[in-house]
């Protein structure tokens, strides 16, 4: 197992919830006490939601200088940003519209866009800010498909092998629909990746994708390895379920949590 993995089994969703923002916070603060600014790529799905309804409430949105991050987005539905399903929409309600940021700090993909013009443009705003230089987000936030998904790096699409772009418009062909994500060039080279996953449905694929961290084809979310950085996976007793059974506590690589190990 990767050095810079970590693996932290909470009690139950609430705990992870409330950890994970805590978490963000603290992420979010090093990379500003350490560079002055922080870029953070968040995403979509229901895992992460009550954690952005907390990082949107006080008192500990007002623990960030909100004019010193950063906003971007792993993954988008091809859709207008007022739609249910889009992400930034769900990111905006829950989190965005509650703090204090500038729009200029919010860089969001154009869902409205044909996909690969949303993508283009997207690689575009990328390069901008990170002037031209390597993408390196301070924190690249994640969650998992019960098919082994992450952002929208679909199983079996022609995005688990793009090494070139930071961006890719991508077509999942078993579920008909058209995504734009972040590909592996932009999120490995993250400093902090954290995955939050929760919920018994998430079980086996975990216990799956922390077996068998090669699997590239056939779990996407096998293939983030950061390159210079490292990762966490945040999980709730029911997703690592099947993961603690086959590895009981031998490593100090699990860490139990407020109260104690559970196993
Ligand atoms: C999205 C995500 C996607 C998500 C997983 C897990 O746009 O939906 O970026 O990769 O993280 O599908 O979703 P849940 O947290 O809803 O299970």
Redesign the pocket.
Known sequence: MDLHLKIEVYQCAAELEQNAAEKIILMINKAIGERGVCSIAL??????RPVYRILGSSPIKERIDWSRVHLFF??ERVVPPTDPQS?FGMINREFISHINISSRNIHRIAGEKKPELAAADYERELREYFSNQIIRFDVVL????EDG????IFPGTKVVHEEKAFVAAVYARRLSIWRVTLTYRSINNAREILFLVSGKNKRFIVQNILKTPAMREEYPAALVQPLDGNILWMLDKDAAEEYVKENPKKDDQIAMTSDGIYY
């Open positions: 995403s979509g799905g229901e895992t992460p792993t993954d992400n994640l969650g998992l498909g998904h992450t952002a929208s």
